[in-house]
């Protein structure tokens, strides 16, 4: 019985469909900005970040695109994502930046991975369960009060860890609050704060491997900062919250035209009419809508690509459909192939514009691709 349920499921024909939207991922891209970075800091070495679906790029697909690239570690933001990379076949060293249950931890699942312990009862917790080493970072809270252990418990963090061998301090982290020019001032305190919790450290362990504060928008802090690693998330994808390194876009999304119709002047479009055409048009559907990852903030705001045209969107964004004006294109047709987000940044519809229509951050958009659609690298 066994076998033959094996045999079935070996040589059950596959399934094979060309996607309506398909999320494509530029690896020559993704490689070139760590590289700038890495060439922009020597004195660093770069810790790509992963979490969050890879910042909606695809945690599987990015993660194969460093495979063989020099960094001391990638990091995922749960056990989930670290456990997802290694049943995937990623060999990568692994550090799980965010919270873990002594559980999850003492599993025994995950090899070749580092967690993060991101408070003085989670350390109390796990230290006491520990029967085997296991590899970890301590973060330290400097100022932004969200996770880390505070600088009062530093001391005592230090008794916890020396009172168990299996505790492998193998790195300390922190994390800045405001990491531009604007908020320099409060951010020098955190480094200040950070270089003396540093040196403590230095002086109770001498096999520490890695000291990291700054992400991609803290390195303009980096001469100040005493570290070996920078945690590098949004550069990798092409955005740098301060312009300090050339970086390009590492992503398109692409859909397809579902229908096309012609409606009358005074005629409605979408969800509470909520556009009236001022004239004849033509509108075609997109099968895209907030589920997605078009964002209901571009109702009436936004653009989509067709045909090297921006075509207004119309109406509500719904969600699974967006509706655009495409009067401007001659021929126009079902099939067409639509950019719902393009990587050129001078597009209307660049990351770039569509943060600055919708009031937000790169970071925002790109997570909410869902991971269900399909990434393509190219």
Same mark, same amino acid.
């Given at each position: 019985?066994?076998?033959s349920?094996?045999?079935?499921?070996?040589?059950?024909?596959?399934?094979?469909y060309n996607?309506?939207?398909?999320?494509?991922?530029?690896?020559?891209?993704?490689?070139?900005?760590?590289?700038s970075?890495?060439?922009?800091?020597?004195?660093?070495?770069?810790?790509?970040?992963?979490?969050?679906n890879a910042?909606g790029?695809?945690?599987?697909?990015?993660?194969?695109?460093?495979?063989?690239?020099?960094a001391?570690?990638?990091?995922?933001?749960?056990?989930?994502?670290?456990?997802?990379?290694?049943?995937k076949?990623?060999?990568?060293?692994?550090?799980v930046?965010?919270y873990?249950?002594?559980?999850?931890?003492?599993?025994?699942? %995950?090899q070749?991975? +580092?967690?993060?312990?991101?408070?003085i009862?989670?350390? !109390?917790?796990t =230290?006491?369960?520990? #029967? *085997?080493?296991?590899?970890?970072?301590?973060?330290?809270?400097t100022?932004?009060h969200?996770q880390?252990?505070?600088?009062?418990?530093?001391?005592?963090?230090?008794?916890?860890?020396?009172?168990?061998?299996?505790?492998?301090?193998?790195?300390?982290?922190?994390?800045?609050?405001?990491?531009?020019?604007?908020?320099?001032?409060?951010?020098?305190?955190?480094?200040?704060?950070?270089r003396?919790i540093?040196?403590t450290?230095?002086?109770?362990?001498?096999?520490v491997?890695?000291?990291?504060?700054a992400?991609?928008?803290?390195?303009?802090?980096?001469?100040?900062?005493?570290?070996?690693?920078?945690?590098?998330?949004?550069?990798?994808?092409?955005?740098?919250?301060?312009?300090?390194?050339?970086?390009?876009?590492? %992503?398109?999304?692409? +859909?397809?035209?579902?229908s096309?119709?012609?409606?009358k !002047?005074?005629? =409605?479009?979408?969800y #509470? *009419?909520?556009?009236?055409?001022?004239?004849?048009?033509?509108?075609a559907?997109?099968?895209?809508?907030?589920?997605?990852?078009?964002?209901?903030?571009?109702?009436?705001?936004?653009?989509?690509?067709?045909?090297?045209?921006?075509?207004?969107?119309?109406?509500?964004?719904?969600?699974?459909?967006?509706?655009?004006?495409?009067?401007?294109?001659e021929?126009?047709?079902?099939?067409d192939s639509?950019?719902?987000?393009?990587?050129?940044?001078?597009?209307?519809?660049?990351?770039e514009?569509?943060?600055?229509?919708?009031?937000?951050?790169?970071?925002?958009?790109?997570?909410?691709?869902?991971?269900?659609?399909?990434?393509?690298?190219?």
């Amino acid at each position: 019985m066994f076998f033959s349920r094996l045999l079935n499921f070996l040589f059950k024909p596959r399934i094979r469909y060309n996607p309506l939207i398909e999320v494509f991922v530029f690896k020559d891209v993704i490689l070139k900005n760590l590289r700038s970075f890495q060439a922009a800091y020597p004195n660093l070495q770069m810790a790509p970040v992963l979490k969050s679906n890879a910042y909606g790029h695809g945690l599987f697909e990015v993660a194969s695109i460093l495979e063989d690239e020099k960094a001391p570690f990638i990091i995922v933001d749960s056990f989930f994502e670290a456990l997802t990379l290694r049943q995937k076949g990623i060999k990568q060293k692994i550090l799980v930046i965010g919270y873990t249950t002594p559980e999850q931890i003492l599993s025994k699942k %995950l090899q070749n991975v +580092s967690y993060t312990i991101i408070g003085i009862d989670q350390l !109390k917790q796990t =230290a006491l369960k520990l #029967e *085997t080493p296991v590899n970890f970072h301590l973060k330290i809270d400097t100022g932004m009060h969200r996770q880390g252990v505070l600088e009062e418990e530093v001391s005592r963090s230090i008794q916890i860890i020396k009172q168990n061998k299996n505790f492998v301090l193998e790195g300390v982290c922190t994390h800045f609050a405001i990491a531009h020019k604007e908020g320099e001032r409060f951010t020098r305190t955190q480094i200040e704060q950070w270089r003396k919790i540093v040196q403590t450290f230095k002086k109770n362990f001498s096999n520490v491997k890695y000291f990291h504060a700054a992400a991609t928008g803290g390195l303009m802090f980096a001469s100040e900062t005493e570290a070996n690693v920078a945690r590098l998330g949004v550069g990798l994808y092409g955005h740098d919250p301060n312009n300090l390194v050339k970086l390009e876009p590492t %992503l398109e999304v692409r +859909s397809v035209i579902s229908s096309v119709k012609s409606i009358k !002047k005074g005629e =409605a479009v979408g969800y #509470e *009419t909520s556009f009236m055409a001022e004239k004849d048009m033509k509108i075609a559907t997109v099968p895209m809508g907030y589920f997605e990852g078009e964002d209901i903030r571009l109702s009436g705001k936004g653009f989509l690509k067709v045909k090297d045209k921006f075509c207004p969107i119309v109406g509500r964004v719904s969600m699974n459909i967006t509706t655009i004006d495409v009067s401007i294109l001659e021929d126009v047709k079902v099939g067409d192939s639509v950019v719902v987000i393009s990587k050129k940044r001078e597009d209307r519809n660049s990351i770039e514009n569509i943060n600055k229509i919708c009031g937000t951050i790169p970071r925002e958009v790109w997570v909410k691709i869902p991971a269900h659609l399909r990434r393509r690298i190219i």
